[in-house]
């Protein structure tokens, strides 16, 4: 929406105010979108800061509000532009004096269009491209009711001679005779013509052309296409005639084609009046060509409906804009004279090509025009006839029409016929067909086998080629959700994402086998793409990969969009990529654009609203998934007697511990399991452990939030991080910090020093104590010893035994 009041953004309507009656204070205007929804709020005339006269008023009929300001989410009804007044009436308001002129939408458009073209002219503003366009475009759809084709039209094919049909000036009036739309078609007042010829051989460049208007008339040569309007021209130089001087004129043709398939031109000319220097104005005219060697034809009914001259309820409607009946008849009431125009206007005046001399005897026949008393009718309806509904059609009742359909009795209901097939051979090709279909259609619905208590963490997997940003990305993410900073991104890294939901982190290496472990488990698949670089190899491959596995979500996350400086050349790149993208996945495939590492970490609210993405997105159970139990290693502990490797020099047959969420089905003991690039393995024993990352307990479920105590969990075995660790058998409680000397992280406490003082003991207990010359009591003979006994010969079974203690 643009307010239109403003100087900036609209056309500056704030000084607007009715003389007359003075309690009339503006007054909203606006329009936006392409279904125009503007109001002149209140009425009044226009009193414009150079002091020239004019009086241009649009009246809205929701007039109670007159005094105040309409809401800023003000919107026009239908009928609530009631009153158009574009001077005539200067002197009056439309609400005390009542009007007698009748809004048509041509009006408002091109009243529209004036004052956007005026202020591009006397430069008060820059109007941009977009908004000519915009009305221009609004203006020819009203004006000819027809769509705006954006074919360019060949100026040399409109050279001709134009009839002018429709006027409007503003801020001045031509030898006292008053702007109405009464003026409209009736030749006695609207004598005048435009026409235009190239010479024989010549450019646009080379174009001449007569203007006439009542007493002014004028000539012009050249015309250059405007840049910012399609089918608009400016006319290059104007060699005025009489006391007015034509200072710019511009023409436009209208995609609109007469009954007889010529076009209409619409012209438009600025001028100063050398006696009134400050005055200035604008007129528009419309003009429809007169087939050369023919004689002038009035408008015909459906011309004149096409030109916005005879605006209906249902042309209205269409624009979106509903007249009130009285504001209709308003618009038709004066143009029932019925005048014809003279039949003056032979062959000579309508050659395209004609020469400059032929202008003379032109203007001499003008002149005849003027003087002699036009007679004939023009063909309008009346506003009666336009009232009255169409007749019923009548079907015939005799003749030849009522002999045909005798005996043809319509067939009621579905024809059985219509559709038979041609041939039995075909009709069993249908049926089957029909079968078939019907069958793929009864698909077993999909029943998701993850529980909904508790069910494991949603995998999102983080792909892309090296360097591209995906320890970033994780980082980025658990400290979204942890709260937690990472110093390193080492395997699945789980955090509570909701009060119903957990989310592990992958990061998936740059290599196929790495691909295809991720492609088969993951849920979702944060595909990284280097914006500075483009698509590589490996996201394809990927692809390809997770194509062979079901095809989990993926959401496209493009980095290292700060290294493109410009702003053309990052729009055009993010336009690019967006597009293979979606050529690769699908159409409007999600892609989020991170613009920068700030502190090793992308920006926070774009991190938000990829989080946020992530939490609300649906996961569909993929089909091998949903029938297969398989888990996602968050540990891996090697049970193998280290000496057995030892000696085996790493080829004995090993046990191992892995710790993960199942998923999918559940696990039974004696099947095989498949673990990737080892083979198929026998499992010596599945047990529950406790939850590592555990969701929100009932208690806190109820509130509306995570707590903060939650929000800190982080379930990352293999990384810096995570709080408690669960074994078969042991608890493992990390505290933060390595326990090395002169390390700030770690708290200086008893207990931590007990443990760093440990660290410096480089002898064994027995040593001490055989150094050690302590007497449990003073009368023993030797001091403490500790009796080395038979299983004391190897340091290694020492730890054995160890162990089992
Ligand atoms: N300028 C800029 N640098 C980025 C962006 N994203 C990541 N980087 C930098 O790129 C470098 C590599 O980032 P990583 O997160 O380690 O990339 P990676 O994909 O994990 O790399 P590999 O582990 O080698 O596969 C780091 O120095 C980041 O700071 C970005 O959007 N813009």
Redesign the pocket.
Known sequence: MVDLRSKENGLGLDNWQCKECGDAQLRHFRYGGPEITYAYWGHGRKNSPDGTAGDDALSCNRKQSVKSEPPDDFQLRDGDITEYNNGSNSATCPSKHGHRMGLTMMHLRTYMMDHLLNDHWNKQRRVSTQEIKYWNSTMHEVTTGAEIRKRPISFTSLCGRYIWVYRRHEAFEIDGSSDSETEQNDRRVFGGYLEFWVPDGGKNRDVRGNFRFENVSFKFEGVTPRKDAANVWEVDEIIATANWLATEAVITALEVEDDSGSPFVQFEWGAGCCSRPNNSGRSSFVGKRQPIGDKWKPLSARERSDLGIQVDERVTRAVGILLDDSVTRHCFESVQDRHSPESTFGASQGGVADSEDATEPRAQSDQKIRETPVVNALSFSSPAMDDRPHKAHRPAQSGAKAEKKKGKEKQKGFNEKAFAPRSGRRAEREGRRTAERDQTRLHVPLVNRTPDDEPPPVIVA?V????????????SLVRRYTKQTLNQ?QGPITVVSGKKKRLTFI?C??DLNSMIDIGKIADLVLL?I???YGFEMETFEFLNIVQAHGFPKVIGVL?????IKKAAALRDTKKMLKKRFWTEIYQGAKLFY????LN?R?PDTEILNLSRFISVMKFRPLVFRNSHPYLLADRIEDLTPREEVRLSQGKCDRTVTVYGYLRGTNMRMGTKVHIPGVGDMGVKGISKLGDPCPLPDADSEKRRKLSEKKKLLVHAPMSDVGGVMYDKDAVYINVPGSFTRGNADVLQGEGEKMVMDLQDVDETLEDVVARSHIRLFGSSSRPLAVDPGPNRQHSDSDEEDEDEE
Not at 464 to 475: D, F, I, N, R, S
């Open positions: 983080v892309g080629p090296p360097g591209v940003g995906k320890t970033t990305l994780v980082k991104v990061e290496n740059n990284m280097d914006g500075s980095t290292h969009l700060d290294l991170l613009s920068g590492v090793g992308y």
